[in-house]
């Protein structure tokens, strides 16, 4: 072949490459409760993990192309010997994950706040499996690493009056300096999350401010020596959607950069979204992407410091991915990956052998308004219109429950369930919000397979379920304003999940769920 043919083989193979990028993008780019979203690039692959806080397993990984399709690929903290939640509260657990990758190794390091403090594992693989864990100290939270050029490598992380940072040794997790504080607030004084980048010879330090909530933002100062001192960007904060209390986006925030294989930066980083002026953030804080430029050697959001659900912009050529499917019918050996469980599981609260096709969980004393944990396995509510749906199996006796909850926390969320109410089995729902319970029987003596069903649209929860003819029954309604973060005080988002509980003993009956369905209808 010619070397003419052959260039032109090549420039129909980049025009091709080029023409499948679009000009614009939606938001959030991983939807549902991922919040503190940190990114590495290899090559022309694409990881980011997310907090998970109260939930295992821990800390989710993420897989894409593209910037833009992201699929879940595994889970950093897979073993109770790498993530004890014994003692996490609603919103414990791990906090605010940092992702990296150095000479063939990826780490991973982040707070587990109810148990040990900081600490990093590491992996050849990122879908795993990851070490046990390094445990560097306990102080504060939002830990990061920085492997600068010369070798050394820099621990940093939120301080009691700024950030705070040391070089470290990578291999024992020993601090090889005092931590100094190199940069205190920028726009306020509650600074986390820092990052540090070395670009064009600038240490780059990024940092969230503003706390969590409305306030939030990112602001950026650099220096020449990576311990500082640290000048602040004219031109902070980086970004900040408190500026109209009626935007749809709110809460910006927390966010990590990368530079793709094109040349091209973008900053990720967590956001809310709501459907109305004074409506709450149910779904949690999600994964957003905002494209950066340069300015003066320093970066800047394009057009305005702003966070947007619709992004005009040019992409990297799209490289879609096989999401989960959307009914699971439990015939796998393993859960999916999509599914979660509250805290550590207990030993025999779960199993997929025991009854073929079916997931099957054994509810233990405590019960869904408890600080303990029920049996419990769920998934994030990912779209603002949705339909869930489960075939449950269950015949309870005495204080035993099972259903479909949409959770929060144990102080906040819905229960469609099956109990016995004076010796005969009915279907109840129930609303818990902070310390009030309200609770409705809504079908009486129910068959002994029914289908659970929880619509859901931006302001509501309708629930359903099949009455002994197998017809589907309107049951009633809740509203997800009162299971918004802001109003339960929450990190978290709200999942959909199948429960059990003894309400005070073990449960004897086994509740047997044939399937699960999550049908998306409006991102």
Not at 41 to 70: A, N, Q
Not at 229 to 237: A, I
Request: aromatic share 12%; glycine share 8%; net charge neutral.
């Amino acid at each position: 072949m010619g070397r003419r043919k052959i260039l032109g083989w090549l420039l129909l193979f980049l025009f091709t490459l080029a023409g499948n990028a679009q000009q614009s993008y939606r938001n959030p780019v991983i939807s549902g409760f991922n919040p503190d979203p940190s990114i590495c690039r290899v090559g022309e692959d694409y990881y980011l993990v997310t907090s998970s806080f109260e939930y295992f397993p821990g800390v989710p990984v993420y897989h894409s192309r593209d910037l833009i399709h992201w699929k879940c690929i595994g889970y950093c903290l897979t073993r109770k010997s790498q993530l004890n939640l014994d003692n996490a509260w609603p919103s414990g657990g791990i906090f605010a994950p940092t992702l990296r990758y150095h000479k063939g190794t990826f780490y991973m390091i982040t707070t587990n706040v109810s148990d040990r403090g900081n600490f990093y594992v590491t992996a050849k693989n990122p879908a795993g499996p990851w070490s046990e864990p390094v445990y560097v100290d306990k102080e504060f939270f939002d830990p990061s690493l920085f492997f600068d050029d010369d070798g050394t490598v820099y621990y940093h992380r939120r301080g009691d009056s700024g950030t705070v940072m040391a070089p470290i040794d990578i291999k024992t997790g020993k601090l090889l300096a005092p931590l100094k504080t190199v940069l205190r607030g920028i726009k306020c004084s509650d600074q986390e999350g820092p990052h540090l980048y070395k670009i064009n010879g600038w240490y780059y330090l990024m940092v969230a401010e503003g706390g969590t909530r409305f306030g939030h933002m990112e602001c950026i100062a650099r220096s020449k020596h990576p311990m500082g001192p640290y000048e602040p960007s004219p031109y902070n904060p980086l970004i900040a959607n408190h500026g109209n209390s009626a935007d749809k986006v709110r809460s910006a925030g927390h966010g990590d950069l990368v530079q793709d294989h094109q040349g091209n930066w973008w900053m990720v980083h967590l956001a809310t979204r709501h459907h109305t002026y004074d409506a709450m953030s149910h779904l949690g804080r999600e994964t957003f992407l905002t494209p950066v430029e340069w300015k003066d050697g320093w970066p800047v959001l394009r057009d305005v410091s702003r966070a947007a659900i619709e992004v005009v912009t040019k992409t990297l050529p799209l490289v879609e991915v096989d999401n989960e499917p959307q009914k699971d019918d439990f015939s796998s050996p393993s859960l999916a990956l999509c599914w979660n469980f509250l805290r550590n599981p207990a030993e025999g609260s779960w199993t997929l052998k025991e009854r073929k096709n079916f997931l099957r969980l054994y509810g233990n004393a405590n019960a869904t308004n408890s600080y303990a944990s029920v049996a419990f396995v769920g998934r994030r509510q990912q779209h603002m219109k949705c339909e869930v749906s489960t075939a449950l199996e269950f015949s309870p006796s005495a204080k035993e429950e099972a259903g479909l909850t949409v959770w929060l926390n144990y102080r906040y969320h819905y229960d469609l369930g099956v109990v016995l109410r004076n010796g005969k089995p009915v279907v109840i729902l129930r609303k818990t919000i902070g310390d009030i319970t309200v609770e409705e029987v809504v079908m009486e003596e129910p068959s002994s397979r029914i289908e659970l069903v929880v619509k859901a649209a931006p302001d509501k929860y309708e629930f359903y379920c099949t009455d002994h003819t197998h017809q589907l029954r309107y049951l009633g309604n809740a509203l997800t304003q009162l299971l918004g973060t802001e109003i339960a005080g929450s990190f978290t988002g709200v999942y959909f999940a199948m429960y059990a509980s003894g309400n005070g003993q073990p449960c004897k009956t086994p509740a047997d769920f044939d399937w699960f369905e999550y049908k998306a209808e409006e991102k």
